[in-house]
């Protein structure tokens, strides 16, 4: 069994082009779901065992996550990492189980993300003035991150994967690599390419074309946690909401874009969202603010209509 999920693995990382930490997620899973079967059937499972594998046992081993009180979405991570290998067994060793398409996946609700505040984000470039005001490339890539981020609705991930090439003469746009090494074209401000040029022109370090635009104290690439702690730190400084993340700030993009009349399947493309639902989501959120603002506000919400 180790050889044939070794096999799974390097299809996932080198054939679908999944990131390192998702295929560790799936090899994580399938593990769990053999550590299962050899106390369920006392026995170490074959691959004809796999294959062989009923509704029952799948539903045994749901039972036992529960039971571990492993949370619902982890769970439906699991049962996900569980069918795409089954498909791969079907596929690739002629291999069919059809039990496991039986088999539900808990249901997992959905939080509605909330955008910041345009004026909470104004003020973070107050704040990043004050506290790095002893280091002014700093402050200067802090705030071109964030405007980068805020300005194009990117992933952490994504704007830190930017070379100095990608950004070189105030593009008009930017060529994004996101999840599954899908590729997109994101259009890019005038006004956000000012604060990127600011940046490099005070950042103290030679770098050359390819290397990356974004950079830490010592040089090196910066990471999605030193992001973070960028955020964390003006979230607390300025004593905003908890929900106020890197990710929040892309969440804003898109919630602003929608206000504005986009339509979801270029807000689709813009965030690179392989899944309309995923999209959808948004005009949620959207209508949530909208039903908000009436209970506070409009002379009618509290009469009988």
């Not at 939080?111 to 003020?123: F, G, N, Q, W, Y």
């Not at 910066?222 to 929900?243: C, F, G, Q």
């Not at 807000?267 to 908000?292: A, F, P």
Request: proline share 4%.
């Amino acid at each position: 069994m180790n050889d044939i999920i070794s096999e799974f693995i390097d299809y996932l990382l080198h054939t679908k082009n999944y990131s390192k930490y998702t295929a560790i997620s799936y090899e994580n899973d399938l593990n769990d779901f053999i550590k299962f079967l050899c106390k369920f059937t006392d026995n170490t499972p074959s691959l004809q065992d796999i294959a062989k594998t009923d509704t029952l046992t799948f539903r045994s081993w749901l039972a036992d996550r529960s039971k571990r009180e492993l949370s619902h979405k982890s769970t439906a991570r699991a049962l996900s990492s569980l069918r795409t290998f089954y498909k791969y067994l079907s596929r690739h060793k002629d291999i069919n189980n059809e039990a496991i398409e039986l088999i539900s996946s808990p249901k997992v609700p959905r939080k509605l993300s909330k955008a910041i505040e345009t004026t909470d984000v104004s003020d973070m470039h107050s704040a990043i003035k004050e506290l790095e005001s002893d280091v002014p490339w700093i402050a200067a890539r802090d705030w071109a991150l964030i405007t980068l981020i805020f300005g194009c609705g990117l992933r952490i991930s994504e704007a830190l994967s930017l070379t100095n090439r990608d950004v070189a003469n105030s593009p008009n746009s930017l060529r994004i690599i996101g999840k599954g090494n899908k590729e997109r074209i994101v259009p890019i401000l005038p006004a956000i390419n000012i604060e990127i040029e600011k940046y490099i022109k005070l950042r103290p370090f030679f770098s050359t074309p390819e290397d990356k635009l974004f950079r830490s104290v010592r040089g090196l690439p910066m990471s999605s946690r030193m992001a973070e702690k960028v955020i964390e730190k003006l979230r607390n400084y300025l004593r905003l909401p908890d929900y106020v993340t890197p990710h929040a700030l892309r969440h804003t993009f898109a919630t602003a874009l929608l206000a504005g009349g986009a339509d979801l399947r270029s807000l689709q493309e813009l965030l690179g969202h392989s899944s309309l639902s995923t999209t959808q989501l948004y005009t949620k959120v959207n209508m949530s603010e909208i039903m908000d603002a009436y209970e506070h506000s409009h002379p009618r919400s509290k009469e009988n209509i």
